[in-house]
Each structure stands twice: as C-alpha cells, then as structure tokens.
C-alpha cells in the first residue's frame, strides 16, 4: 500500500461525510466534529501508514467490547461466557430489547449489542467496579501498545446520564435472573470502557493484535489463539450491527463499529489491521465516510476474509 493511495482514499470519501450524522443520543458525541477522518494501518512488521485526521482522541465506544469480550474469555474461558451469551448475529439495533424479551433463555444473542456486552462487562473480575474498568483499561493499553490511552471522563459522565436504554436492558436481564450483581456497578464498567479515548493508530494496533491471533507485534502472546478466532468471527457476523451481512458482502473483511465514528476491521489472512475514524454516522450508527475508506482499501489490497 502507498501512502498517496491512502491519501487519495482519504480525500475522495470525504464527499460521503455530508450523507451523515453524528450521534446526538450522547451529548458529548454530539459535539464531535462531523468532518474528521483519518485512518490507519498496521502490519504485523511494525510498519504503519496513515493520513487523515489520526492523532485526534475519539471515544472507541462499542469497539471496547472486542476488548471486553476478550478479557473476559481470559477470565472466565470460553465455557463460561458463552453461558451467559449467544454468538449469533440480532439482526437488530445495537440497543434493542427485542431478542431478550422473545428468546426462551432471556440471553443477549451476542456480545456485541449493547445487552451483550452489558454482560460480558459483568464477567470481568475485580474487587469493584474501579479495580474491573482498571483491568480493561491496562488491557486495552496492552493490545493497542498505547499506554496513553484514558478514559475520557466528559463522554463517561455523559453516558452515565442519558445511559437509560442501557439501563433497561440491564435491569431486564437483572429482572429474568439471568445478568447477576449491581447493574449500576456493572453500567459503570461498561459506560466507562465504552468513553476510553483512542486514536486511529491504537485501534488499529488492536485490529492487528486479532487479526495476529492474539499475539503483540513483540512476538509475545496475551491470549490464545482460539479467543482471538472467537472475536474474530463475532466481529464478521455481529460487528457491524443490522448492516453486518451488507457489510461482509460490500467490502469482504469483518468490521467492529462504534457510535464515536471508529471501524476496525482485523484482516488475519494478511496479518494486519485497519483502522477508520470519521463521526458522520449512517442509520445503523456506522460511519459513513470510514466505510468508503475501507472499501477502497480492501479492494486496494485485495483483502479477503476467506
Ligand atoms: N456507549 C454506546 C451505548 O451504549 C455504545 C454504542 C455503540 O458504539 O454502538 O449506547
């Protein structure tokens, strides 16, 4: 990939921005700048190309639950957390209570809608809720190999007071018996990892950390092989919300979304990871502009998920 490609990309997506919104639902993100766009990729050498606006902090929103969800595999194994959650596309919002109330379990269908996550949030161990957001935090601090990376307090308080739909998924699940502990404590874990601050070039080293199966561009394996497979195929069939199917077939590689205007998309078959950022979103809160960016460049590449 040459840099003036990138550029290019960078520049002929930017007309796709106006065809989107940023997401008001969460003051804070609604004052974010509809016209950033950046993006980032990281290969497995070290090497890494960017352009665009790409050292600008984002909120990582719902691309914290890979994170997530592969913390709490490392904490609980693979057995357990899928007790507590399906691995099957909604087909649904990220927010619907749809599934919880129509499935015969009361389960969350993935960990990657909200209810889902919600969840997999509740599996993190810890002392309290501080000690857990602490230990994602050093977690995704350690797969991004940025240690820079903070919460942003502003989006947090932000989530936590207009959080209500996330509290009703909470407290229905609470309410079936099948989410257990404090859902105010178990919000404050994933309102938090939800408002940690990112930048295309770490969540780029993150799509490249599972795209590598899980191992450090040092060499050094944090988890194994077969968690980075799980999150993999989750991000495929469930990342991308309502449009995961659309976006498989369009642009052939798997893609993780965020309501902050992230995408990552993990491309094992060429040991690297892509990053976007453009906050403009499209209906089903994805980014509009960082989905043109990643189709140019998987075509670009030649980028297959098979
Ligand atoms: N914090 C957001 C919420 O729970 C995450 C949603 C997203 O990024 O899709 O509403």
């Given amino acids: 990939m040459k840099q003036d490609f990138l550029d ?19 003051p804070e993100l609604a004052k974010v700048d509809k016209n950033y766009l ?41 057995e357990e957390v899928f007790k507590h959650v ?9 927010n619907s209570i749809k599934k919880l109330e129509t499935e015969p ?32 935090l050093e977690f995704m601090r ?23 739909t996330n509290r009703g998924l909470a407290y229905y699940m609470k309410g079936q018996g099948v989410l257990t502990g404090e859902v105010e404590d178990i919000l404050d874990v994933y309102f938090k990892q939800c408002s940690i601050y990112v930048t295309t070039e770490s969540l780029a080293k993150i799509a490249l950390f599972f795209a590598n199966g899980g191992i450090l561009s040092t060499g050094e394996r944090i988890i194994p092989k077969k968690y980075a497979q799980i999150v993999n195929g ?40 892509v990053a976007v950022f453009g906050p403009a979103l499209d209906e089903q809160g994805n980014s509009v502009a960082g ?3 990643m189709k140019d460049i998987s075509k670009e590449l030649d980028l297959d998920m098979f």
């Fill in 8 to 26: 290019d990309a960078v520049k002929r997506n930017r007309g796709l921005i106006s065809q989107g919104v940023v997401a008001t639902y969460i």
């Fill in 38 to 78: 950046g993006v980032t990729i990281a290969y497995a050498d070290g090497t890494i190309l960017s352009s665009g606006d790409t050292k600008i902090r984002f909120a990582i929103e719902s691309i914290s639950k890979t994170v997530v969800l592969a913390l709490a595999l490392l904490d609980n194994g693979e």
């Fill in 86 to 94: 399906h691995k099957e596309p909604s087909g649904d919002a990220f």
């Fill in 105 to 136: 379990d009361h389960l969350p269908r993935n960990p990657f809608i909200n209810a889902g996550a919600i969840m997999t949030a509740s599996l993190i161990k810890g002392k309290d809720p501080v000690d857990k957001f602490n230990r994602v």
């Fill in 142 to 164: 350690l797969i991004s190999e940025d240690k820079t990376l903070e919460l942003g307090e502003d989006i947090y308080l932000s989530e936590k007071k207009t959080g209500d």
């Fill in 234 to 273: 989750l991000i495929a069939t469930c990342g991308m919300y309502d449009q995961s199917g659309e976006y498989l077939d369009n642009i052939g590689i798997p893609g993780k979304s965020g309501v902050g205007g992230g995408i990552i998309s993990p491309v094992s078959s060429k040991k690297l990871g």
């Fill in 291 to 293: 989905i043109g960016i």
